[in-house]
């Protein structure tokens, strides 16, 4: 397990990793992120649920040979009669970890949801909401789609937000290039690129990003954990006319930190999570998958509830970014669900990202 060289003595002598199967942590399943271990995608596999609740873990933190608990906050949902993306995420509740929050696009294109569709397939993963951000209004996530409607242009959750077009370079600390090695084998690496090495294979082919919407915080990462992980769903009306073509939507999780600089959220492929990423597992190619009718994904895609967890180093300042947007075009939409972020014990050396449940 590695970690920054400035904080000297502070490594971890054992931790728990809970959404590890019974492989254990060295399972690699990453061949086009070379050199960026996976792991093997269980969609079975109860241990990649967390416990919502908190508490303390089986594993120790040492600091000069004193060894204590390896523990995780408490935590109070607060989103019940709260409109704020970040409390519906499990942020800055009362008595939790303070940081700070702020969004970056259209007002219109973030929002919070206690629901999706005529299923219970998204129901909160934490508290009563969870966030949405999209690269279209959110409010046309709940307008059907005619029967019939045209895959290449959509009725609806077809729409350019106007001036949110950052064009080939996203925002700092955000960046489209790949690292020239494997951050694991060298921490020289960090802050040089994009470590999983999976954002540079779109932006590589002369696209440009649009209609970019983020959540974004800053936080001190608790002294006593080593990890920090979230859930998510993707959903594109891109699906299925540009179904592996270049023109994809995309979402990253950005982690900035001692541990780890890049995305955190992608297939065991090292496919960003577009289109393409092997999770989609909601294709509404017949027009009847019961999860989508009553939504403007009728006739296009998702994922399930997905899980991403990623190493931190305990008490450093760390910046993560959510953020989703149209490549090439402005329009054509894409949305991500955000829900239940943890301080967590589950550090290795490795962000990973499995079905939840």
């Known amino acids: 397990m590695r970690f920054a060289a400035a904080l000297g003595a502070l490594v971890l002598c054992a931790c728990a990793d809970a959404r590890d199967d019974e492989d254990g942590p060295g399972d690699t399943g990453i061949g ?29 933190m040492c600091a000069e040979g004193a060894c204590g608990e390896c523990t995780i906050p408490e935590h109070t949902p ?54 949405v951000i999209g690269s279209g209004p959110v409010a046309d996530l709940d307008l059907p789609t005619p029967p019939g409607d045209d895959d290449a242009m959509p009725t609806h959750c077809d729409d350019d937000l106007g001036n949110f077009d950052p064009g080939p370079v996203l925002p700092v600390p955000l960046r489209v290039n790949d690292v ?14 994009d470590c999983s090495r999976t954002i540079q294979g779109q932006f590589s082919q002369g696209l440009i990003a649009n209609d970019y919407t983020e959540l974004r ?23 299925p006319f ?6 994809n939507d995309m979402y990253i999780g950005w982690l900035e ?30 027009a009847d998958l019961p999860e989508l009718a009553g939504t403007c994904m009728r006739q296009h895609a998702g994922t399930r509830w997905l899980s991403s967890v990623a190493p931190v180093t305990p008490g450093e300042s760390i910046t993560v970014v959510f953020a989703v947007f149209d490549l090439a075009d402005s329009i054509l939409d894409s949305y991500v669900f955000l829900d239940n972020f943890q301080w967590g014990c589950e550090g290795t050396d490795h962000p990973m990202t499995k079905p939840v449940g």
Request: hydrophobic content about 35%; some cysteine.
């Open 180 to 193: 020239a090695g494997d951050c694991i084998t060298d921490a020289t690496l960090l802050g040089t690129g």
């Open 78 to 131: 607060c989103d019940a009669d709260s409109a704020d993306p970040f409390h519906a995420m499990g942020l800055n509740c009362p008595g939790a970890p303070a940081i700070t929050a702020t969004t970056d696009g259209s007002p219109t294109a973030i929002g919070t949801r206690f629901d999706f569709g005529n299923t219970d397939t998204w129901q909160p993963r934490e508290g009563s909401k969870f966030a």
């Open 32 to 60: 086009v992120a070379e050199g960026i271990p996976g792991d093997s995608v269980d969609g079975g596999d109860e241990a990649a649920k967390l416990d919502v609740a908190g508490g303390a873990s089986d594993g120790a």
């Open 257 to 286: 930190s001692e541990s780890w600089t890049g995305n955190i959220s992608f297939d065991t492929m090292g496919n960003p999570i577009s289109l393409n990423a092997g999770f989609l597992d909601f294709r509404d190619d017949g």
């Open 217 to 239: 915080i800053e936080a001190t990462v608790p002294p006593t954990t080593n990890s920090i992980a979230y859930d998510f769903a993707f959903f594109s009306t891109e699906y």
């Open 242 to 247: 540009y179904y592996n073509d270049v023109f």
